[in-house]
């Protein structure tokens, strides 16, 4: 396992660098690069089809800039060269554990007052060079692919805040146990609090732009699921807990050409330090599982690959707008509850039987999934779009 990506190079040069990038945060930001190109991809062509229309804004040009914006920019300014310069005055704090330092008091006085002359003189600068001696309200025009920045934002934004409250409400003894830990870590992510807080953060925000939600989410099918299997390898190379059940089983013939970690694992070197000691280990991640475990995350990278596969190869034969979306709730949904059988997670007890949280929301994501599209089917044998459908 590689907790940070130091880890990783370390292992292949033969040297330690410390660089300030955990494994997860890595992978996980590469998910959003992914998810937001292939967004884009699809909003172009969706757009060349007809299915989205620009966005047509009057803006006021030439016009002084308020004095919010000087504010803004000041205090932004301040907090990225507090910290900034602070990170590069005390790089070995910043390395070891950046998210922690970066929510901390911890930086630069000189670097917050550079920050915010910079921000400020900036700020003034393009005021200047903005300004007309009659300003004049101008019609801009936007594509809805020219949000995709803000989008992901967004979804960066409301997904780690979703995530982060359903964890902590799955695992409330260590969320009062601590609190803070328990908020800044990178690990203890629970994928579908991201989704739904992301989710309605993004529909929220696009419907006030006119971007139609079937359109939208039909577009950002394959990304999402391409998305999740990209975490999930965060998941898997740092160890962090998303692991299976024990599993001392013998591996079956059916698997004897593939290794055996692929059947079950142990986890050296996990960033969560589960297990015992390891002989010799000098350093933070020494812990190894005492029992291999079914490497569930493993799995779940390749079924979200396979998974984003189909959908992508599909997006194109679909006509019937939302039909897409749908389905990447029931294969998704269908992926997710069957893993829950051979994954560790919190359970709760309900009329006598355990269910975890994942599969209380894969559940519903199936039923959702499954009938959106009958309904959409059926929508689509009406006369009217029948006709609709003819000429699209």
């Known amino acids: 396992m590689y907790p940070t990506i130091s880890d990783f190079l370390k292992d292949i040069l033969g040297v330690y660098l410390p660089l300030p990038i955990q494994t ?104 200047k060079k903005q300004r007309l001696e009659k300003p004049e309200y101008k019609e801009i025009e936007f594509h809805p692919y020219e949000l995709t920045g803000n989008i992901v934002i967004l979804a960066a934004l409301f997904g780690l805040i ?34 739904i807080f992301a989710a309605i953060a993004i529909i929220y925000y696009t419907n006030k732009k006119g971007i139609s939600f079937k359109v939208l989410t039909d577009s950002a099918a394959p990304g999402l699921m391409l998305a999740y299997a990209i975490g999930r390898m965060g998941c898997h190379f740092s160890g962090d807990g998303d692991w299976g059940i024990v599993n001392t089983s013998p591996k079956p013939t059916i698997f004897s050409f593939l290794p055996d970690w692929f059947w079950s694992y142990r986890f050296p070197h996990n960033v ?8 010799g280990c000098i350093g933070k991640h020494c812990y190894i599982l005492p029992q291999p475990v079914y490497p569930t995350s493993l799995y779940e990278i390749i079924m979200g690959i396979i998974i984003f596969i189909i959908l992508w ?80």
């Open 272 to 279: 969560i330090n589960e297990g015992i000691k390891m002989e």
């Open 313 to 392: 190869s599909l997006r194109k034969k679909i006509r019937i707008s939302g039909m897409l979306f749908f389905i990447y709730l029931t294969f998704n949904g269908i992926e997710r509850f069957f893993i829950e059988k051979i994954r560790v997670n919190v359970k709760y007890h309900i009329f006598g039987h355990g269910i975890t949280q994942a599969e209380i929301i894969s559940s519903l994501l199936i039923i959702t999934g499954i009938a959106g599209i009958l309904y959409l089917i059926k929508d689509s044998f009406l006369p009217s779009n029948i006709n609709k459908n003819n000429h699209s």
């Open 162 to 195: 979703g995530a982060k409250v359903f964890n902590s409400l799955e695992n409330i003894d260590d969320f009062i146990a601590d609190p803070i830990d328990s908020l800044i870590s990178f690990s203890g992510l629970t994928f579908y609090g991201g989704l």
């Open 24 to 127: 997860f945060g890595f992978f996980m930001a590469l998910g959003f690069v992914f998810a937001a190109y292939t967004l884009q991809l699809e909003l172009k062509r969706k757009e060349k089809e007809g299915l989205l229309k620009p966005i047509y804004k009057k803006i006021l040009k030439g016009a002084p800039f308020k004095k919010n914006v000087y504010i803004t920019s000041s205090i932004i300014g301040l907090i990225i060269g507090y910290k900034l310069i602070g990170a590069f005055t005390d790089y070995n704090s910043f390395a070891e554990n950046p998210q922690t330092y970066i929510l901390s008091l911890n930086g630069s006085f000189i670097g917050g007052l550079i920050g915010i002359v910079s921000g400020y003189y900036n700020t003034y600068r393009n005021d």
